[in-house]
């Protein structure tokens, strides 16, 4: 598979953001990535199998949108 991004498995759940995020590498520059849903802020944990779902979802974004600066912000409904 070829990726746009190398991801980090570093996924938490991070309080100021109110949001799960982990890290990847996008051309040798570290983005964090939030994804923002009432669903996954629930969760306590996530498991391997919504980790790559997101991982997915944070691919597909790239598709369709231009990185600017080192943070994504996914907004899930």
Known sequence: M??????NDDLIF???QDAWC?????????????FHS?????LKE???CTKYDLEEITELW?????????????NMK
Do not use: C, M, P, R
Request: no cysteine.
């Open 2 to 7: 070829n990726q746009s991004i190398l991801f």
């Open 14 to 16: 991070n309080e100021a």
């Open 22 to 34: 982990f890290t990847g590498l996008i051309s040798g520059q570290k983005v964090t990535i939030y």
């Open 38 to 42: 009432i669903e996954l802020k629930q």
């Open 46 to 48: 996530i498991n391997s």
């Open 62 to 74: 790239l598709e369709k949108n231009e990185l600017e600066g080192d943070v994504i912000h996914i």
